[in-house]
């Protein structure tokens, strides 16, 4: 198979995303600089993160669906900072129990991502949903075919 035209796991087009600076911004348009940088973080990490882990957290889709509501224009300001940060902590290299660590590495990436998706699940919507089982499907298709 060509290299030349790899899959996109998303769509930022179609869903009107926003740039991790206005995603991370609060209730009256403040961006703390923390937040800005695990809002870039998020976006330049999440499908690397996500090819390794993909076997290992078995709501993946959920977590997909997470991301592509942390950056939805129509997203509460309130809802994407708890999904940034949750996912932030799924990307970023430093956390509890090391992601190389097999059978526990992702475990307290688990217990966080369910909490945040949990106490937001209303406001993951189903084309949220439906973009995240595209992307996870284009993603193993990719993977098959390298």
């Known amino acids: 198979m060509s290299k030349t035209n790899p ?3 998303y769509d930022e087009d179609e869903l009107e ?9 609060d209730d009256i348009g403040h961006a703390s600089s923390q937040n800005s940088k695990k809002a870039r973080s998020v976006r330049k990490k999440f499908w690397k993160v996500v090819k390794k882990a993909a ?12 991301y592509y509501c942390a950056f939805d224009r129509s997203t509460p300001a309130k809802v994407r900072l708890t999904l940034i ?5 799924f990307v970023l290299p430093l956390d509890f129990i090391p992601d190389f660590i097999l059978g526990l590495g992702f475990g307290d990436d688990l217990a966080v991502l369910t909490m945040a998706i949990r106490s937001v699940a209303n406001h993951i919507t189903d084309e949220h949903r439906r ?10 298709m990719h993977e098959q075919d390298e």
């Open 55 to 66: 076997h290992q957290i078995p709501i993946m889709e959920e977590v997909v669906a997470g």
């Open 85 to 89: 940060g949750a996912l932030a902590y």
């Open 17 to 25: 995303f926003l740039l991790p600076e206005e995603a991370a911004k």
């Open 7 to 9: 899959i996109r796991h």
């Open 131 to 140: 973009k995240a089982k595209q992307a996870l499907h284009d993603h193993m």
